[in-house]
């Protein structure tokens, strides 16, 4: 099932797309009017008796009538997210900032980001031009949590997912790299693009192995599968759950494979008017472009 944010005459509401139609989830007896607010409310045991109502409900809106919204527009928390998660892109990080690659990754690295309202399919990201100009592009799994998660292991991790949804890290390396640490260069405003839905995990087998790639210009760039995490959700929730309360909402970003502008010599950095494309198979297709 599709869960979505959009914005319909004017407003914005929760729906669930199927058949080229959009459902509202106010139709389907839900009360919450956000995203967010759904999942708080114990959206993940409510799933399977929308998608029973939904099969059987005859109205709804045209899809091409809507504008989506990122699924979560404003996330409860920081956004947290895996570095250098695939070996590859590990090589390719430490080969732009001139370091030496022992090819071990023994701990993962977390940081947050910071996302005043995510952006969604279609919606321009802001170049950013008077303070950076190294911006780049990172295609990666995101996982919705749809419970607290505290105290748990790998193994009932799957029991806590909501759903996924693609996320586009996007980074001002310049920044990134000028301040040590990567807060302020993955949280400019606009540089969380989301969507193009969240699909609930039902839809997709656990641990997920899926095809991620990103596009630019019609250019392909990174290509990869998500079985190549080195550190997969399990492992990152139970390490994370045994200091950490994990609140239902929550977003964590996987990390992004080899292929991002950094990567290449001399690096390929994005610019005002280039369209870039993260889409993970059975997922969806993120696209976006670069404004002013």
Not at 3 to 10: N, V
Not at 23 to 52: C, R
Not at 189 to 199: A, K, N, T
Request: with cysteine; proline share 5%.
């Amino acid at each position: 099932m599709k869960l979505i944010t959009y914005r319909y005459e004017g407003e914005e509401a929760i729906g669930i797309f199927v058949d080229d139609r959009v459902i509202p989830m106010t139709e389907l007896g839900v009360q919450e009017k956000t995203m967010l607010s759904f999942i708080q409310h114990g959206g993940q045991e409510q799933l399977a008796a929308l998608e029973e109502r939904a099969r059987s409900y005859d109205g709804g809106i045209p899809f091409q009538a809507v504008t989506l919204e990122a699924p979560i527009p404003e996330p409860g928390q920081d956004i947290l997210c895996l570095g250098i998660n695939y070996m590859d892109h590990a090589e390719e990080s430490a080969r732009f900032k001139l370091e030496t690659f022992d090819g071990k990754r023994e701990h993962p690295v977390y940081f947050a980001k910071r996302v005043t309202r995510a952006i969604g399919d279609g919606a321009c990201i802001p170049s950013h031009k008077e303070i950076t100009c190294q911006l780049d592009y990172e295609a990666e799994l995101a996982v919705i949590l749809g419970k607290d998660v505290k105290n748990i292991t790998a193994e009932n991790a799957r029991e806590y997912i909501l759903g996924y949804t693609v996320i586009n890290d996007v980074s001002a390396r310049d920044i990134q790299n000028r301040h040590k640490q990567w807060y302020f260069g993955k949280s400019l405003d606009g540089f969380c693009p989301m969507g193009p839905y969240i699909v609930t995990a039902d839809e997709i087998s656990y641990p997920p192995e899926l095809p991620i790639r990103s596009i630019v210009n019609g250019e392909l760039r990174q290509n990869s599968n998500t079985r190549l995490l080195i550190f997969d959700i399990g492992y990152v929730l139970e390490e994370l759950s045994a200091g950490m309360t994990l609140k239902a909402g929550t977003i964590l970003s996987m990390g992004t494979p080899a292929g991002v502008g950094m990567g290449f010599t001399p690096p390929r950095f994005l610019q005002e008017g280039d369209q870039v494309i993260c889409e993970i198979e059975g997922i969806g297709r993120l696209s976006n472009r670069i404004g002013s």
